[in-house]
DNA sequence: TTTGGTGCAAAACCTTTGCATTAGG
DNA sequence: CCTAATGCAAAGGTTTTGCACCAAA
């Protein structure tokens, strides 16, 4: 009864792996701003009507950072968001704290600053966290408007 | 009978108003070292064989932050760290991750490209987080021997 | 008495984990 | 049948808060 080959079943296996990871993905492509886990969570339901459970949501976002097909950025209050990485490598952004629009800011002068001063200092496993907060300006014409002119 | 002058009590109320308080700042004043409440709390029953409450150590240094007598920073794992502040202003710090001592690093060439590359962007209310951690010297000397020599 | 500092327990909040259930092959 | 995904509830860890109590003036 030839077992069916355990090679050719990886790529099904695969593809089952995750029943909701597909949808998770979909929410994820529909723009490329980073969003929490409880943003996704609710798009999930509202948007695209699933039932998906948040802790699957944040097992399955975990899954994908670790296979570096989501990168993840730190929000002002320390939430963790998520986006779908368009290309290899770290960066830092100017992140919108309202919708999530990311802005590339190239840091790579500073950084070398940076690991000058430390080993200078004889501080060793540099580490940093250059993070920028602000509100885009369509989020900011949106919302600073006390009353009405 | 003159009553006493309240400007006269403000003072003493100011000395009384928190128990506690001079003993959270003496903790504070050991060294200019970052440190967790929990860390403060836990000094606090040792070395000074108080029975200070945990909340009653977050409640004192909050008020001691917002009137500017300590600083807080960051730490790696986003625990809030305290110390007492030597002068005004914010700053940056290069942070050992160990002991919590600090260096501080200038960055004003660095915010100032941070808020133009901002405006530039249409982004407003623009806020950063810049923290550097490592280990320092002393700390790396005396964990890096997995095994005695 | 009045004000407000204090302690304890519980809540808040995001994220992870234990465990039993279920889906799919 | 077997592996792995899933959901639910609960835990984890730091910081805050509600509330009763107590201390000082």
Redesign the interface.
Known sequence: MTPRLRDANAPARRAQRARWQSSVLAALKRDDHFRSAQQLHLDLHTTFATSIALTTVYRILRRLTTQQIVETQRA?N?ELLYRIRDDSGHHHY?L?RTCGRA?R?A?EP?ERR?DS??SA?????????????????EC?AGS?RPTKT
């Open positions: 002002e320390d100017l919108c802005e800011f840091v500073f940076i001063f430390a200092h004889g501080y060793a496993d540099i580490d940093h966290r250059i993070d920028i907060y602000g509100t885009c300006a900011h600073s």
